[in-house]
């Protein structure tokens, strides 16, 4: 069946510093692919997604690119701010059933 | 604004209570999803729906049920609470049509089982 693997948290950095969240992914056929974020309290919301292979996703200053040679899709950060503390989850579809699987979500906490 | 929204938000409930967790879309979305959010395993899935009157067990299932009698509504049962259902609680919904999987998440409902 599908799954995704992202890197234990969590994750602390000062700000200002980059940002990397490995992600890797086993599926069948050809996934979607997401990174989700979770401020505290609150719900999951998408913060960028993939379609294809080699397709970037991009959003708030983070990117994401459908590797699917090494069935990757790491999420980057040039300058992390205080306020992208939170949990990153990974995830992937299934286009064909339309159920997402996620990974188990790495927290990031960013220091002044 | 479309929303999607659950209730309660907080619970407290005793071992071998019936506990209902109410969702509701109004995105008009085909596709609803509960999950539960526990630590150091991520979200699981554990009932969805495609349609009205369409019911599926995911991965985490036994000891929940769910029923889908019109669009914008999923609520999710625990027919005899167990503390290992202690969690917390996410419904979700996506469309279907020309779908590529995005979820539009509530807020969460935790729950306690003592």
């Known amino acids: 069946g599908n799954s995704v693997t992202q890197m234990e948290g969590p994750v602390t950095l000062s700000e200002e510093a980059f940002l990397t969240i490995n992600c890797t992914y086993t599926a069948t056929g050809y996934p979607s692919l997401f990174w989700y974020v979770q401020y505290p309290g609150e719900g999951l919301q998408l913060l960028l997604k993939?379609?294809?292979?080699?397709d970037k996703g991009s959003n708030k200053g983070f990117e994401a690119t459908y590797r699917k040679e090494t069935t990757s899709f790491h999420l980057e950060k040039g300058s992390v701010q205080v306020s992208d503390s939170a949990v990153y989850f990974c995830?992937?579809?299934?286009?064909?059933?339309?159920?997402?699987?996620f990974g188990t979500g790495t927290k990031l906490q960013v220091i002044p | 604004d479309a929303e999607i929204t659950q209730s309660p938000r907080h619970k407290i409930t005793e071992t071998g209570r019936q506990v209902t967790l109410a969702c509701h879309q109004t995105?008009?979305?085909?596709?609803m999803f509960w999950y539960r959010q526990d630590l150091g395993h991520g979200l699981r899935l554990i009932h969805y729906s495609y349609g009205v009157q369409d019911t599926n067990k995911g991965e985490v299932s036994d000891g929940y049920s769910v029923s889908r009698s019109n669009t914008e509504d999923l609520p999710l049962t625990l027919e005899s609470a167990a503390s290992s259902q202690t969690s917390v609680y996410f419904c979700a919904s996506s469309e279907s049509a020309g779908n590529t999987g995005e979820l539009f998440f509530g807020e969460g409902s935790r729950l306690t089982v003592l």
């Open positions: 993939a379609t294809k292979a080699d």
């Open positions: 995830a992937l579809s299934d286009g064909g059933y339309q159920k997402v699987t």
């Open positions: 995105w008009n979305h085909n596709n």
